[in-house]
């Protein structure tokens, strides 16, 4: 193994850590590369507060490749919570797990659980982030869109994993999407906005509800006149756009309705149903999953016919109340950035004319 790389990532750590974290740009390249699948979450014990981290070394070998090592350890709370008097650690632990039944348990909105006595961020903040991450969501992405999921059964199938908790009404539900439910939001590696639905949906559902008006598709361009908006953001529907690590890939809504890619259209359901469409907008993690923003109205079932488990996951008709993120985007802990979304109204557009055909 060549340690010379780990070396000097290890002797610049040191120095940042003598100079408050600060540290080259070179340096905080190098650990990026080489320290990876973090997971941390605060801890208390008799001996104070603590963070504790699990996290895997890759250590460049000198014949190419890497060997990955797992470390692990806890560092002390500099910063911890501020606790009232009347406030022990076990108390924390019973607020935490009261607090978490509510939202995840019972599935209350965040709003009907702040009392005068704890707001909205204070609830957040102090109970329900931390018992999250204690059950292993470790990302703030997955946190921030359970939190603020529009659905409450999604959170409370959540809680039945996390906890083992038996919750009878569940049994309503398919199977197969509950089990999806915990693998979305159990899967370290899930990248999200800080929000169930992180973007306005406005517009894809505008377009959505002509293209099922029409019953056809549409120009591109027309469709771009109609809404005051960029062909490429039409396209984008399409053909969304890889962020490579800036930020979640979105998920495809429409598909290409020519050879030409001039027209777009609504996605036929490939699974057994002939009649169906995919005419349902829902962008939330464990749809987008499958690499597609919609759900087909007739199964119930995302267009994914790339992997086979697609075709088994039924999602509940909830999903065809559609969502989309608050007019004015802001931190969760201040208000909830998922909504419920307004009906929206076809645009007026006329489907393009046939071809002439020869002496017409």
């Given at each position: 193994m060549d340690l010379s790389t780990t070396a000097y990532l290890a002797a610049g750590l040191q120095r940042a850590a003598s100079a408050n974290g600060v540290g080259p740009a070179t340096l905080g390249d190098l650990a990026d590369k080489s320290l990876i699948n973090w997971k941390a979450w605060a801890l208390r014990d008799s001996e104070g507060s603590w963070v504790s981290y699990e996290v895997t070394l890759n250590i460049p070998v000198v014949s190419g490749g890497t060997v990955e090592l797992p470390l692990c350890g806890?560092?002390?709370?500099?910063?911890?919570?501020?606790?009232?008097?009347?406030?022990?650690?076990?108390?924390?632990?019973?607020?935490?797990?009261?607090?978490?039944?509510?939202?995840?348990?019972?599935?209350?909105?965040?709003?009907?659980?702040?009392?005068?006595?704890?707001?909205?961020?204070?609830?957040?903040?102090?109970?329900?982030?931390?018992?999250?991450?204690?059950?292993?969501?470790?990302?703030?992405?997955?946190?921030s869109a359970l939190i603020d999921h529009p659905f409450p059964e999604v959170r409370q199938v959540l809680y039945t994993h996390v906890t083992g908790t038996d919750l009878p009404q569940l049994a309503a539900f398919p199977a197969a999407w509950r089990a999806h439910i915990g693998a979305t939001y159990l899967d370290a590696d899930l990248q999200w906005g800080f929000a169930a639905c992180p973007d306005d949906t406005t517009l894809v559902q505008q377009?959505?509800?002509?293209?099922?008006?029409?019953?056809?598709?549409?120009?591109?361009?027309?469709?771009?006149?109609?809404?005051?908006?960029?062909?490429?953001?039409?396209?984008?529907?399409?053909?969304?756009?890889?962020?490579?690590?800036?930020?979640?890939?979105?998920?495809?809504?429409?598909?290409?309705a020519d050879a030409e890619k001039t027209q777009i259209e609504i996605i036929r359901c490939p699974h057994d149903c002939p009649s169906g469409r995919c005419d349902v907008v829902a962008l939330l993690p464990e749809v987008a999953a499958s690499g597609f923003g919609v759900i087909c109205s007739s199964c119930w079932r995302t267009p994914n016919i790339?992997?086979?488990?697609?075709?088994?996951?039924?999602?509940?008709?909830?999903?065809?109340?559609?969502?989309?993120?608050?007019?004015?985007?802001?931190?969760?802990?201040?208000?909830?950035?998922?909504?419920f979304s307004p009906a929206v109204t076809p645009m007026a557009i006329l489907p393009p004319r046939p071809p002439a055909t020869d002496g017409h």
């Open positions: 806890r560092v002390r709370d500099v910063c911890p919570r501020r606790a009232s008097s009347k406030e022990l650690p076990a108390g924390w632990a019973i607020g935490r797990g009261a607090a978490a039944e509510n939202i995840f348990a019972k599935g209350l909105p965040v709003d009907a659980v702040v009392t005068a006595d704890c707001n909205r961020k204070t609830l957040l903040m102090r109970y329900i982030v931390p018992w999250l991450v204690e059950h292993k969501i470790s990302t703030r992405g997955t946190r377009i959505v509800a002509t293209l099922s008006s029409v019953g056809r598709g549409l120009e591109i361009a027309s469709i771009a006149r109609h809404a005051e908006a960029p062909a490429k953001a039409i396209r984008a529907f399409v053909a969304p756009a890889h962020r490579y690590g800036v930020s979640f890939d979105r998920p495809i809504y429409l598909t290409y790339a992997d086979p488990k697609w075709a088994k996951i039924v999602f509940p008709s909830s999903y065809g109340t559609p969502v989309t993120r608050v007019a004015e985007a802001g931190p969760l802990r201040i208000a909830p950035q998922t909504i």
